[in-house]
C-alpha cells in the first residue's frame, strides 16, 4: 500500500507521526527515541510516500491526536471512534479485534479476555493480544487501554514499553499521577 504522505506532529506523550492514503488514516507512529527515528519509522512502514502538509482532515485529526493527551480535564475526552480509517490488507480477525478496541472510551480499561468475550471467541485473549501488537494505528485504536485480567499492564510494543502505556492512560485519567518524590 502507497500512502499518500505523512506528518510528524508534537504530542504531551512526545512527537508522534500519522499517515494518510485517500481512504483514511494508514498508519499512526508513537514516539521513537527521538524525531528523526519517528520520521525514519513510519517513513519505512509506508513506502514511497513521503512528509508533507497533511490535508485540513488529516490535520484536524492530529489536533483531535493533540488534544487527547493535553492533560485537560474538562469534559470527556475524544474517543477518535469516527476517524476513519484505511485498513486494506488487515486479516479480519484484526479488524475485528480493531473495531472493539475502538469503543473503549478515554478513561477506561478492558482486559484481552473481555475483548475475546465481546468476539464471542472466549479464550482468545492471547490471539487478540497479537492483533494489537500488530496495530497499525494506536491511539485511534487505542491498544494502551487494553490490560491484562488482572489489570497490568505487559508488552507494549511503543518505545518506552509499559511506562509509555502508563503515562497515555493517566493523561487519559484512567490511571492516577505518580506520587510525586523527592528526588
Given at each position: ?70 492533560g485537560s480535564t474538562n469534559g470527556p ?39 475475546a468475550t465481546e468476539l464471542q471467541l ?62
Amino acid at each position: 500500500m502507497t500512502a499518500a504522505g505523512f506528518a510528524l506532529f508534537d504530542t504531551a506523550i512526545g512527537c508522534c507521526a500519522l499517515g494518510w492514503t485517500e481512504a483514511g488514516i494508514v498508519d499512526v507512529n508513537l514516539p521513537e527515541a527521538s524525531p528523526d527515528v519517528t520520521r525514519h519509522r513510519i517513513a519505512g512502514r509506508l513506502a514511497g510516500s513521503r512528509e508533507q502538509p497533511p490535508p485540513p482532515q488529516v490535520r484536524q485529526v492530529i489536533e483531535r491526536i493533540v488534544a487527547l493527551f493535553d492533560g485537560s480535564t474538562n469534559g470527556p475526552k475524544d474517543d477518535l471512534a469516527d476517524v476513519e480509517l484505511d485498513l486494506s490488507g488487515v486479516p479480519d480477525f484484526n479488524r475485528a479485534v480493531y473495531r472493539v478496541t475502538r469503543g473503549i472510551r478515554p478513561g477506561t480499561t478492558l482486559s484481552y479476555g473481555q475483548i475475546a468475550t465481546e468476539l464471542q471467541l472466549p479464550g482468545a485473549a492471547r490471539a487478540v493480544g497479537r492483533a494489537l501488537g500488530d496495530n497499525p494505528c494506536p491511539i485511534i485504536v487505542p491498544c494502551h487501554r487494553v490490560l491484562a485480567a488482572d489489570g497490568s499492564m505487559h508488552g507494549f510494543s511503543a518505545h518506552g514499553g509499559v511506562a509509555a502505556k502508563r503515562r497515555m492512560l493517566q493523561l487519559e485519567g484512567a490511571l492516577p499521577p505518580d506520587d510525586p518524590t523527592l528526588f
